[in-house]
């Protein structure tokens, strides 16, 4: 959380850590064996996201970062790929709507689900 508000972690500010092999990762663009992009206009979300270092305003809801105070509400998607060797799958994604809802989502190997 950036309690500073400066866009960047600052000692003291709380976060989450991820355990394991999770890593937060690009778009996978469905290349060399990456799944498709959850967010893409024909993708199961049906809309384009915002991406990268998700902000919240007063009232909660996902909005455009880099704006004080926080802008325009927006969607956001974070990716993550779990480093161990799982081929295809492996995949994750968290989607959260302009209006607040969040969604965790999981790649099969053929399609995303949730």
Known sequence: MDLSG???FD???P???FSG?????VAPGGTSGAPTNLDAATGPLGWIASSGNIS???RGLPCNSGV???G????YITYFKDTRSFGANGWAAVSITAAGRAKVWWWNGS???N
């Open 111 to 113: 399609m995303w689900t």
């Open 15 to 17: 976060m989450i850590q």
């Open 11 to 13: 000692t003291g500010e």
């Open 6 to 8: 400066n866009g960047s």
């Open 21 to 25: 092999n999770a890593n937060q990762v």
């Open 72 to 75: 325009t509400n927006v969607n």
């Open 56 to 58: 919240f305003n007063a």
């Open 68 to 70: 004080n105070p926080c």
